[in-house]
C-alpha cells in the first residue's frame, strides 16, 4: 500500500509540474513598430506635397492596411495590394489616381518613419495617437 500511495503521489506531482511549466507565447510580437494608424507626407510631388493618413494591421502575421488621401480629390478609401517587409523596411504597394506606385519606408524611433515613394519622393511619416 506504502508503495502505491509514493507511485500515485510522483504522478499527481508530475502532471501537476508539468502543467505549471508550460507558458503561452504571443502569436503577435506586443512591439510591432508598423502597425497602427499614420500620418504620411509625400513631399515634392508635381501637385505639391501629399499627406496621407495610412492604417496598418497585422492579420495571420502578415502586414496589411489601408490609405485615405488627405489632400486630393479622391477621398475614397484605398486598399494596400501588398507590404513587404525586409531588413527591418517595409514596402507599401497600392494603385493611387490610376498610378502603381510604392513607398518604402524604415523606422526612425517609435513614432516616426521615413523612406521614399518610388524612389523618387521623400516620405516622413508620424504615429497617430
Known amino acids: 500500500m506504502k508503495k502505491a500511495s509514493i507511485v500515485i503521489f510522483l504522478a499527481f506531482f508530475g502532471i501537476a509540474l508539468q502543467g505549471f511549466s508550460q507558458t503561452a507565447i504571443p502569436a503577435v510580437p506586443t512591439n510591432d513598430i508598423y502597425t497602427g494608424k499614420w500620418e504620411m507626407l509625400i513631399i515634392g510631388t508635381p501637385n505639391g506635397d501629399a499627406a496621407l493618413t495610412t492604417v496598418l494591421v497585422r492579420k495571420e502575421g502578415k502586414l496589411t492596411g489601408t490609405i485615405i488621401p488627405k489632400t486630393s480629390d479622391q477621398k475614397e478609401e484605398i486598399k494596400i495590394s501588398n507590404i513587404e517587409e525586409a531588413d527591418g523596411k517595409i514596402t507599401l504597394y497600392f494603385t493611387i489616381q490610376d498610378y502603381d506606385v510604392n513607398v518604402l519606408l524604415e523606422k526612425v524611433d517609435d513614432e516616426n518613419l521615413k523612406g ?14
Open 116 to 129: 521614399s515613394m518610388m524612389n523618387m519622393f521623400d516620405v516622413k511619416a508620424k504615429r497617430v495617437k
